[in-house]
């Protein structure tokens, strides 16, 4: 019912940039929650960003003050601006929505097939 495209991973150098973009495509459906999650070799997958439909956001604390999470509901689609990267922050990172199914209002959880994001050294 939901599809979850991101992009904007790649690679860049300790102290760059990224922008992540997730967008949502479809039928039949509103977005509640979007968020971003990550998962480096060896490491479980956690949730590095999430906003709500109203803007409120949250973050995991090692990444509080360099990444800033975004949304544009008319487009569906969620942010990650990434500043002040270091090696650690290299993961897969994945685009999470909880999505609320019409007509049937059955609540869903969707997630991305995921982007790789490497810093170098």
């Known amino acids: 019912q939901v599809q979850l495209v991101e992009s904007g991973g790649g690679l860049v150098q300790a102290g760059g940039s990224l922008r992540l973009s997730c967008a949502a495509s479809?039928?039949?459906?509103?977005?509640?929650?979007m968020g971003w999650y990550r998962q480096a070799p060896g490491n479980q997958r956690e949730l590095v960003a999430m906003?709500?439909?109203?803007?409120?956001?949250s973050y995991t604390d090692s990444v509080k003050g360099r990444f800033t999470i975004s949304r544009d509901n008319a487009k569906n689609t969620v942010y990650l601006q990434m500043n002040s990267l270091n090696a650690e922050d290299t993961a897969v990172y994945y685009c999470?929505?909880?999505?609320?199914?019409?007509?049937?209002?059955?609540?869903?959880?969707?997630w991305g097939q995921g982007t790789q994001v490497t810093v170098s050294s």
């Open positions: 479809g039928s039949g459906f509103s977005i509640n929650r």
């Open positions: 906003i709500t439909r109203e803007g409120i956001t």
């Open positions: 999470n929505a909880n999505a609320l199914l019409r007509p049937e209002l059955r609540v869903s959880t969707y």
